[in-house]
């Protein structure tokens, strides 16, 4: 099969597409025909290298954790799924024609979901709710605030949010308050205007998709005995706030929970937007372009 192999750490020009040998699914393992898969700015801090104090690689190494394709052929042990199944998944070495994923972490791709659109959302949908049920666990009536609420964490966050019933606040660039009017958050707040933060006061939880000093300016606005929950770790001045509960969020699969946001964004209750569909052998380009920031996902198409 054809990948996208790293051989060591660097720039987007480290990504080759290659021949490599085709995994076997094993106890257990389903084996996926890609349809697509899309870029995560963890693949890039991975490439990089900046991510290795969290994710060591082996070289040469296959990055890529959103799935979404058709079954090829089942491993020991596995029902509930069939050859030319659509589904979609959270895993590994997405940057693949074929995937090996965990039948557990596997999911049936809903009806009136496109199956390549339904690559945007497994990592990024995961980790938004994750964050809020796992690190928040907000509560009807409770009051949270999300930062970078216009990223796809984000507003995957600020939706699980306000099917808690908590009032949401959406933190997002004054830049982007416009923008961020379709997210369904009870208000949204400039994180960089003054007058905008002058008019926060203190929140049960928040729930941090930006980190550095926005995070460090936020503490304070979390209520005592409130909670902090970042996917991006503590806050350098955590310390500082002892009353508030600090929460580390690290996504991990949940296909069920999956299943369920994948039935929202087909039934139109919220979005994923993406900017561009390009082929698999155009992952260094893609990945160019993803660390410029401020566009939608990108998706590879294999």
Do not use: C
């Not at 052929?73 to 024609?97: N, Q, T």
């Not at 902090?228 to 991990?252: Q, Y």
């Amino acid at each position: 099969m054809k990948a996208i192999v790293l051989h060591e750490y660097g720039g987007p020009e480290k990504l080759k597409y290659e021949d490599v040998p085709d995994p076997e699914p094993g106890e257990g393992q389903v084996l996926v025909r890609l349809a697509a898969t899309s870029v995560n700015p963890i693949d890039y801090k991975m490439r990089s290298g900046a991510a290795k104090g969290r994710y060591s690689l082996q070289f040469p190494a296959i990055l890529g954790r959103d799935i979404s394709g058709t079954v090829r052929s089942l491993g020991a042990k596995v029902s509930g799924f069939a050859p030319g199944d659509k589904v979609m998944a959270l895993g590994d070495k997405a940057y693949a024609e074929l995937v090996v994923v965990n039948a557990s972490d596997l999911t049936h791709i809903p009806d009136g979901l496109d199956m390549i659109e339904a690559a945007a959302l497994p990592l990024a949908t995961l980790t938004g709710e994750q964050l809020i049920s796992l690190g928040t666990k907000i509560q009807k009536g409770q009051t949270v605030l999300v930062t970078g609420a216009a990223g796809n964490v984000g507003r995957t966050a600020v939706f699980v949010a306000k099917q808690a019933r908590a009032t949401v606040f959406a933190g997002v660039r004054k830049a982007q308050k416009e923008q961020a009017a379709e997210l369904g958050a009870d208000e949204v707040i400039a994180l960089d205007d003054d007058a905008d933060m002058a008019r926060l006061g203190f929140v049960d939880a928040i729930a941090d998709t930006v980190g550095g000093e926005t995070a460090q300016m936020l503490m304070g606005k979390v209520k005592q005995g409130g909670v902090f929950a970042s996917v991006l770790g503590p806050p350098a001045n955590a310390k500082m706030h002892p009353t508030v509960r600090v929460e580390a969020v690290r996504v991990v699969p949940d296909a069920a929970k999956l299943r369920w946001l994948a039935e929202q964004v087909a039934a139109g209750k919220f979005r994923i937007p993406i900017d561009r569909m390009v082929p698999l052998e155009d992952a260094a380009k893609a990945h160019a372009a993803a660390e410029k920031g401020n566009i939608g996902k990108i998706l590879l198409l294999a």
